[in-house]
């Protein structure tokens, strides 16, 4: 099965820097590769979300690479704000009906102002 | 919409009695998905459903945990008996079976076995 690694497992940053987190894929049949936040007590949120047939998407502050030759995808925030501070988690899906999703462990980011 | 809907979504119990987690999808989704977070373990998939079947149950721990989804609107996690061990946040999540299939959390519930 798909195995999804993440790295850093966490990460702290001065507010206004950029911060950048990494995940790996083990299945190259993996087409969907979303991003979610988990701000300290809430559930878990879709933030931003890559398809395979894409190498970049931007959205403000957030965008995702993906190099499917490397298998990686990565995660960068710029102009990083306290209220950035959040686990982050990535994962890696094949874009069946299904919609099961294999998740990395988790980057706890920090914002300091 | 409401979103998922989870309950209790506190949960305070003592060792060896029975635990039912409650969920209800967002309607119209089709696939729905038990996670259990700890501070350990992070993010675990214990089972998912696809259109009310379970489709892989291979992360949920021992025989002690059973899930089930009599229909599209209702699931229940069952830890029978509870442990220790056990205490964690339980989220259910589900999906459209729309690509680009994003996952919607409920908002948890918190277990503590004593």
């Known amino acids: 099965g798909e195995n999804v690694e993440q790295h850093p497992s966490t990460l702290s940053v001065q507010e206004g820097d950029s911060a950048v987190i990494k995940c790996t894929y083990s299945d190259s049949a993996s087409n969907y590769f979303p991003w979610y936040k988990q701000e300290l007590g809430k559930r878990p949120q879709l933030i931003i979300d890559i398809r395979s047939n894409v190498g970049e998407k931007k959205d403000q502050r957030i965008a995702v690479t993906l190099n499917k030759t490397a298998k990686h995808f990565s995660l960068h925030i710029t102009e990083t704000q306290p209220e950035d501070s959040a686990v982050y988690f990535c994962?890696?899906?094949?874009?069946?009906?299904?919609?099961?999703?294999?998740f990395g462990d988790g980057t706890t980011l920090t914002v300091k102002p | 919409d409401a979103g998922v809907i989870q309950s209790p979504r506190h949960e305070v119990t003592e060792m060896g009695q029975e635990v039912t987690l409650r969920c209800k999808p967002i309607s119209g989704h089709n696939s729905l998905f038990w996670y259990r977070q700890t501070m350990m373990r992070g993010l675990e998939l214990l089972i998912y459903f696809n259109n009310n079947v379970p489709i892989d149950d291979s992360g949920m721990p021992e025989d002690r945990f059973s899930a089930k989804m009599p229909n599209a609107s209702f699931s229940t996690l069952k830890i029978q008996p509870s442990e220790p061990r056990d205490s964690a946040v339980y989220f259910c999540?589900?999906?459209?079976?729309?690509?680009?299939?994003?996952?919607?959390f409920g908002p948890g519930t918190r277990l503590t076995v004593l």
């Open positions: 999540a589900s999906t459209s079976g729309h690509l680009p299939n994003e996952q919607f």
């Open positions: 994962a890696a899906a094949y874009n069946t009906n299904a919609g099961k999703s294999t």
